[in-house]
């Protein structure tokens, strides 16, 4: 009886991989920016973007993609995420250029999530 409890099949996790990636990357997973979108009512949405190193002015940058994109934008402060920049409408393509043009990221650390 003992060797079919041991041939019986334990519980299948299937993010256990996703998991184990998260943490296992830790500190790794800081080297990325994401540049979100969330869909609000209708044909509104909002674009975000977390993962920029603390020693940037978020208040700058968001000036600089204000004015570059003609769009509004604030500066939110989350718990989890620390500050986060909300842009209106689907700038996320726009966002990657500019943060690649000014110097302040690499192309292959943004990561561009939605749709």
Not at 5 to 25: I, K, T, V, W
Not at 31 to 48: C, E, F, P
Not at 63 to 76: A, M, Q, S
């Amino acid at each position: 009886m003992s060797d079919l409890d041991h041939q019986l099949p334990s519980a299948f996790d299937p993010f256990a991989e996703a998991n184990a990636e998260d943490s296992s990357a830790g500190a790794g997973s800081k080297d990325y920016v994401h540049v979100r979108i969330q869909q609000r009512n209708g044909r509104k949405s909002l674009t975000t973007v977390q993962g920029l190193k603390k020693e940037y002015s978020y208040n700058k940058i968001l000036k600089d993609l204000k004015k570059e994109f003609c769009c509004n934008g604030t500066v939110v402060q989350d718990p989890e995420l620390g500050q986060v920049i909300q842009l209106q409408g689907d700038q996320r393509k726009n966002v990657a250029t500019f943060l690649v043009q000014a110097g302040i990221m690499k192309k292959d650390s943004i990561k561009i999530h939605g749709f």
